[in-house]
């Protein structure tokens, strides 16, 4: 009697497991379901590094136009400075190609004022780039760190059904 009720009570519950295993397998469909997914999650990582990588490029070139741009600033000021120093009857000569051609003072000035203002804006203009980019990279970088948790997650998955399937 008690061997037919053993029987009776394995008889549930390797049914039981079999159905578990069975539910824990992955079916060709599912493989090949995970794969696609995974695919594409390394194509969005490949396509946010590249991403990355100009924005990288684009703030290299924009500091090195910066330094350009600071020392063509620094330049006029020096010029500025000097100019305020002279009279307004001095003589003031431009260097245009192989000629000095004499200018106005109040011309000349203007002409470095402007530059001044104009080379201020495009330093500012730079810095602020720079900071949309940095910005812009630091939502790229969360972006990718989710691609990465969801290969790692995807990956224990993948890996903890194949050894359930090999027990």
Known sequence: MKRESQKRQDFP??????????????NPQQQQQIQQQFMLAVE?????NNQLQKNAD??????????????????????????????????IFKLIGPVLV????????GNVEKRIEYLQKEEQRLK?????????????????????????KTQQQVAQLQQQQSA
Do not use: C, P
């Open 13 to 26: 519950s390797k049914k039981l497991h079999q159905q578990q295993q069975h539910q824990r397998e992955m």
């Open 44 to 48: 969005q990582y490949n396509q946010y």
């Open 58 to 91: 684009e703030i290299t070139s924009n500091r090195q136009k910066e330094a350009t741009v600071l020392a063509q600033l620094n330049e006029n000021q020096i010029v500025k400075n000097e100019f305020d120093l002279l009279s307004d009857d001095s003589a």
């Open 102 to 109: 004499k200018q106005e003072s109040f011309e000349a000035k």
């Open 128 to 152: 602020k780039r720079n900071e949309e980019l940095e910005k812009e990279n630091g939502s790229v970088y969360a972006k990718m760190a989710g691609i990465q948790q969801w290969i790692v």
